[in-house]
């Protein structure tokens, strides 16, 4: 079994996407509310998780971003099957995605990512300013020193961006257990939301892990709902339509 949870930060999405059925391809979805906007139109809908509610939660801390969900999906104990889609709000999806990933899963892939980048790009642990509180963490209390041991790679490698992934749920967990005695650094980091990105790929590709990028299936549109960037907020206003149509 395969569970989609949707991470959103405004109730008044969620009730748009379920009245278009936005991710009617996938069985099992499950919108995790971030934040503290106000839920009082979605208190009662069975298909919502809303962290703030919940005992165990990162909901002081925005600028993790959508990762505030997967902290709660795991440690308020809320996923109950193999494997698990964790997708942003604001992305649309190929209607052929849910066989993709079956396809995927069949190969035994563990870590399943959308958005493809190589290893010597600028903007994957290059750019200091999205991942130099990570690589201070990651020396602290793993002794490693990324920059040299993603440097010893093939400079063609091809990993994954953003954080939409798929998850074998038994990797979900190791990831989870691996990034948590990091979470205290990376939580008051401005550009935590960025290190948690980069932190998936750093995850697997430290350990081994079996994983697979498809392409063209999810286009994320990046509406930077946590202002960690400098896209203009007319670029939701333009192109929210885009999501629900």
């Not at 809303?50 to 165990?56: G, R």
């Not at 005695?181 to 980091?189: R, Y």
Request: contains cysteine; hydrophobic residues 35%.
């Amino acid at each position: 079994m395969m569970q989609t949870f949707i991470f959103v930060h405004d109730q008044q999405i969620i009730l748009d996407y379920i009245r278009v059925n936005k991710f009617s391809q996938f069985k099992n979805v499950t919108y995790v509310f971030v934040g503290k906007n106000p839920t009082n139109l979605i208190e009662s809908l069975s298909n919502v998780i809303i962290c703030k509610n919940l005992p165990n939660n990162l909901e002081d801390y925005p600028k993790l971003t959508s990762f505030t969900g997967w902290y709660c999906l795991w440690k308020n104990n809320l996923i109950k099957s193999d494997y698990i889609n964790l997708f942003e709000y604001d992305i649309n999806v190929s209607e052929d995605l849910n066989q993709k990933i079956g396809n995927e899963i069949e190969n035994n892939k563990k870590v399943i990512g959308y958005i493809p980048l190589a290893i010597s790009h600028h903007n994957y642990i290059k750019h200091n300013i999205w991942i130099q509180t990570l690589m201070n963490s990651l020396m602290k209390q793993y002794n490693v020193d990324l920059k040299n041991s993603i440097g010893s790679m093939n400079p063609n490698t091809i990993i994954t961006m953003t954080s939409n992934h798929t998850f074998e749920f038994e990797t979900f967990k190791k990831y989870m257990e691996w990034i948590d005695p990091m979470i205290d650094d990376l939580k008051f980091s401005s550009h935590s939301g960025h290190e948690i990105e980069r932190s998936i790929s750093v995850f697997y590709l430290l350990n081994k892990i079996d994983y697979s990028v498809l392409n063209n299936l999810i286009y994320h549109f990046q509406f930077d709902s946590h202002r960690t960037q400098t896209i203009s907020v007319n670029k939701f206003t333009n192109q929210y339509k885009n999501l629900i149509s």
